[in-house]
């Protein structure tokens, strides 16, 4: 089983629109949570932090976490062409940082 | 400096040749990694260095494979025989390890290798 679980995608939504990204993790010890985005060709850019139960909003992103489930999301509302690009979760259960494999998004104008 | 940083960002060898890229993490951060990303794929871990502590080496992939971290700062991967299938992007980020395990990890822009 892989650490941290993402569905690859890809995953296309209309301008405006919400876009829901999902994650699930096995270390149930782990107490950190991150998203990032990674344009194609450009490394990855952290955009949301997350380490308590519930919902942190930063502009129009929405991180949830759900310890008991394992399960992490990414909701970005008023999606926005520019928002297009792969999507990584991950997680740091101590020293290490696991990353899963990424969602791919577009927002089609 | 203000991120991390490190070259070459694009390096072409023929196969067989050994090369080296180098990191600069971020002022201050005692945790340093690599991972390396081939073309539509995840990040591969490959190394981790925290303070004066053991590295981690858990994820090269073989022996031609090692980096070494000096003064607890810059970081040098380096590919020994180099084989078509390193092409890839090796990434290098870092991290305040704090207490309470809040730490957060930033990468460099990358050094893409290619390998002909």
């Known amino acids: 089983q892989k650490e941290v679980e993402q569905n690859s995608g890809p995953l296309s939504v209309p301008e405006g629109a919400i876009a829901s990204l999902n994650c699930t993790y096995s270390d149930r010890g782990s107490q950190s949570f991150f998203w990032y985005r990674q344009y194609s060709g450009k490394s990855p850019e952290l955009i949301m932090s997350?380490?308590?139960?519930g919902d942190k909003e930063d502009g129009r992103f929405t991180a949830q976490l759900n310890k008991a489930s394992q399960y992490v999301s990414l909701l970005i509302r008023d999606s926005q062409p520019s928002d297009s690009a792969t999507y990584l979760c991950a997680v740091n259960p101590g020293n290490q940082f696991y990353f899963g494999t990424g969602t791919s998004l577009t927002v089609i104008p | 400096g203000a991120g991390v940083s490190q070259s070459p960002s694009n390096k072409v060898t023929e196969k067989g040749k050994d090369v080296e890229l180098r990191c600069d993490p971020i002022s201050g951060h005692t945790a340093l990694y690599w991972y390396r990303q081939s073309l539509g794929q995840g990040l591969e871990f490959l190394i981790y260095f925290q303070g004066n502590s053991a590295p981690d080496k858990s994820g090269l992939p073989s022996d031609r494979f090692s980096a070494e971290r000096t003064g607890g700062s810059v970081s040098t991967l380096t590919i020994q025989r180099t084989q078509q299938e390193d092409s890839a992007v090796y990434l290098c980020?870092?991290?305040?390890?704090?207490?309470?395990?809040?730490?957060?990890?930033?990468f460099g822009e990358g050094s893409w290798l290619t390998v002909v």
């Open positions: 980020a870092s991290s305040l390890v704090q207490t309470g395990g809040r730490n957060t990890i930033y």
């Open positions: 997350i380490y308590s139960n």
